[in-house]
């Protein structure tokens, strides 16, 4: 009974302290401190956005990418050096994520206007909702107040991010042990839909898998073949790569997810019926990805007097 009272009291504690960290941040953390800076992040997405339509899809994923490791603390933009295991050599970055010199850019325009007031962590937040806006995706109020980590951790990139191959079971654990539910698991992926993936991620699918649509398989076998290729990309979506809409539920509906770990969101499990809500109702996915992003926004935040505000993301002051 002792040790039972015992957990509840921490798992009480851990609850205040989460509690404490989301209240203070907030949409309107740097009205005063820095009013401009949300306007300035949004345009140097834009202007990235604009020049490489691509990125709207980075930069969503570098914030899912970011978030699962260690927390939203900007991590995931920390260069290798003597005391730091950059993230971005972990399997899940390494060659495929992309968007730092965006952050970066971003982070020396505001620093030119608020000098050491503005966080890594928080840019990169803004930066995934603008991207989605720009390409026709949900906006929503970001919350601000993060600061940025001082370490970064390949293990734990390593062990902790999603991959391609991974079941269903096994994909909604990982989200669960970070707050999220099966259902902001299905409407986060379903940013998928501007994504783009590497040969070597989808070829096991369509070559050996059963559930997979034959059109489908045969085209996307043009590009990459049975061997070679390893680094041929191909976009998720065939039909609307470029936009953010819910044609990404609607394929995996007919068997045309092209990764394995898109694909077991549709597949007798107990997400189809979230999938087939959003192929109906691209107004509810819309609402459950802003609200998604928000909840994962809050994973792990540093705030208040712990880490530190970096004058540039890819290194510790």
Do not use: W
Not at 54 to 71: E, K, P, T, W, Y
Not at 203 to 212: A, C, D, F, G, K
């Amino acid at each position: 009974m002792a040790a039972k009272t015992g957990e509840a009291a921490f798992m009480f504690v851990l609850f205040l302290v989460s509690v404490a960290c989301q209240a203070q941040l907030s949409p309107t953390f740097y009205d005063t401190s820095c009013p401009t800076a949300t306007s300035t992040i949004r345009r140097a997405i834009r202007r990235a956005i604009a020049s490489d339509r691509r990125m709207a899809a980075s930069l969503i994923r570098l914030h899912f990418h970011d978030c699962f490791v260690q927390g939203c603390d900007a991590s995931i933009l920390l260069d290798e050096t003597s005391s730091i295991q950059s993230e971005k050599t972990a399997l899940g970055n390494m060659n495929s994520a992309r968007g730092y010199n965006v952050i970066e850019n971003a982070k020396t325009e505001v620093e030119k206007i608020c000098p050491g007031v503005v966080s890594c962590a928080d840019i990169i937040a803004v930066a995934a909702r603008d991207a989605s806006a720009y390409v026709g995706g949900p906006s929503y109020a970001v919350k601000l107040g993060r600061r940025d980590s001082t370490t970064a951790s390949r293990t734990l990139a390593n062990a902790e991010l999603p991959a391609f191959f991974e079941d269903l079971e096994s994909l909604i654990s990982r989200f669960q042990k970070k707050g999220l539910t099966a259902r902001d698991m299905v409407a986060l992926s379903g940013s998928h839909t501007l994504g783009q993936a590497q040969c070597f991620t989808f070829r096991e699918r369509i070559y050996n898998h059963s559930n997979v649509d034959a059109g489908f398989a045969s085209t996307r076998r043009r590009r990459c073949p049975r061997v070679g290729s390893d680094s041929t990309l191909a976009p998720l979506d065939l039909v609307t790569p470029n936009s953010f809409d819910n044609n990404y539920f609607k394929n995996l509906m007919q068997n045309k997810g092209l990764l394995q770990s898109d694909q077991v969101l549709f597949n007798g499990g107990s997400t189809d019926s979230i999938v087939s809500e959003y192929s109906r109702n691209p107004a509810k996915f819309s609402s459950d990805f802003g609200s998604a992003m928000i909840k994962m926004g809050d994973i792990g935040l540093l705030t208040g007097s712990s880490g530190q505000i970096r004058r540039i993301c890819s290194a510790v002051n």
